[in-house]
């Protein structure tokens, strides 16, 4: 499988406990984006990276939220702290930056449902 | 962030027939426009983008339309089917590769 994988699938945790997750963007790809997204709702952004570097991060992701990608392949998105208002799917996508037609489609992995209990 | 909307929630359709999407957009500076199609418990898959510099784009059983007048961008599916059957969100960005936002979605059933 050459898509973007995210690990776990799925992960209960307790409150205030910390969880991290792993993406593993398509090989290529040099952008990785995450989001969230609660049932009914469309994915909402959180931050993205081209390689190494995190060029932004939304305004409205808490401070106990921080994701990295160290050597501009795999990336982890870790939530300290938990609470019951972080349950949601957490989404990865993978990208090329744009070349001279512009155009690059972001492939999404199937994501990691956290419940915070 | 941008406002990007969605005009019906729900949308059933008889297996065979066209359906429609339809989503509006704010921002007038948006380049880029993605349609993606979500089952349940998936990740978003793309389905077709369009550059602003362009009105239609066809793909496979698909058609994309944006009216940048209106602010208003659709997605077009010939011929549904069983397997058409998820929740189809719009997306837009300022310009390709950059982050992007989207919409509520619409739920479309295809009825056998």
């Known amino acids: 499988d050459t898509g973007v994988s995210q690990d776990p699938r799925h992960k209960i945790t307790k409150r205030g406990q910390n969880v991290t997750f792993r993406c593993d963007p398509i090989s290529e790809h040099n952008r990785l984006y995450w989001y969230r997204q609660t049932l009914g709702q469309g994915p909402e952004f959180l931050t993205y990276f081209q390689n190494e570097a995190q060029l932004e991060k939304s305004r409205l992701l808490s401070d106990r939220f921080s994701a990295e990608r160290p050597k501009g392949s795999f990336s982890t998105l870790e939530i300290q702290r938990t609470e019951q208002g972080d349950s949601a799917m957490y989404l990865c996508?993978?990208?090329?930056?744009?070349?001279?037609?512009?155009?690059?489609?972001?492939?999404f992995g199937q994501g990691t449902r956290l419940t915070v209990v | 962030g941008e406002s990007v909307g969605l005009h019906l929630p729900t949308l059933s359709v008889q297996e065979g027939d066209n359906s429609i999407i339809n989503c509006a957009y704010s921002n007038s500076a948006s380049d880029y426009f993605i349609w993606y199609k979500q089952e349940s418990g998936k990740g978003p898959q793309f389905i077709i983008d369009i550059r602003s510099n362009m009105d239609k784009r066809q793909g496979q059983r698909v058609t994309v339309l944006l009216n940048k007048t209106v602010k208003h961008l659709s997605l077009q599916i010939a011929a549904t089917q069983p397997g058409d059957s998820a929740v189809y969100f719009c997306a837009e960005t300022g310009a390709p590769g950059n982050q992007f936002y989207f919409g509520t979605g619409t739920s479309l059933t295809v009825i056998p």
């Open positions: 996508a993978s990208s090329l930056a744009p070349g001279p037609m512009g155009n690059t489609e972001a492939f």
